[in-house]
């Protein structure tokens, strides 16, 4: 009887943990830890992870609003250790259906050029509405993995 337990039990925790452990879900924090951003993050996902030189990736994060947000701006600064590497901009509109309110995702997915360094990096993440005024702010960390493989590579394997 208490072996037929032991397997129920270990079978239902694998259906709960597995789903969880195959996501790619990555820790983040808030750039001010007291502030009252009216955009609310819930969750950072980075598809492939780690990320690869040469590679499209996509970076997804779900949050959510009370406010109605017609535009405004992502203002993205990304860090290799500790050193500034890169910081683009792009049209809130562009990577989510205008206006925003309730739940949404911000999606945007690029390739970063195969001669990426590998190795830890900081993206931080502020949101911006038309009047410049902050509506939310998030940094987290990722990793680079060594340059992907090339076509011609994986054709002769």
Not at 4 to 14: D, T
Not at 121 to 128: A, D, K, N, P, S
Request: proline share 4%.
């Amino acid at each position: 009887m208490a072996v037929k337990l032991f397997v129920v039990a270990l079978f239902f925790s694998m259906c709960i943990l597995f789903p969880l452990a195959s996501a790619n879900f990555t820790d983040f924090s808030y750039c001010n830890k007291k502030a009252n951003y009216a955009v609310k993050v819930s969750g950072v996902d980075i598809t492939p992870y780690p990320v690869k030189g040469g590679k499209e990736t996509t970076f997804s994060i779900a949050a959510t609003t009370d406010e109605n947000i017609s535009g405004g701006k992502l203002v993205i600064d990304v860090k290799y250790l500790f050193l500034h590497v890169h910081q683009e901009s792009h049209d809130i509109c562009e990577e989510t259906s205008c206006p925003v309110s309730g739940d949404f995702v911000i999606s945007h997915s690029q390739a970063l050029p195969g001669i990426t360094p590998p190795g830890s990096y900081t993206l931080t993440m502020r949101m911006v509405d038309g009047s410049n005024h902050e509506l939310s702010c998030i940094t987290f960390g990722f990793s680079i993995s060594l340059i992907a493989e090339s076509k011609a590579a994986v054709a002769d394997s």
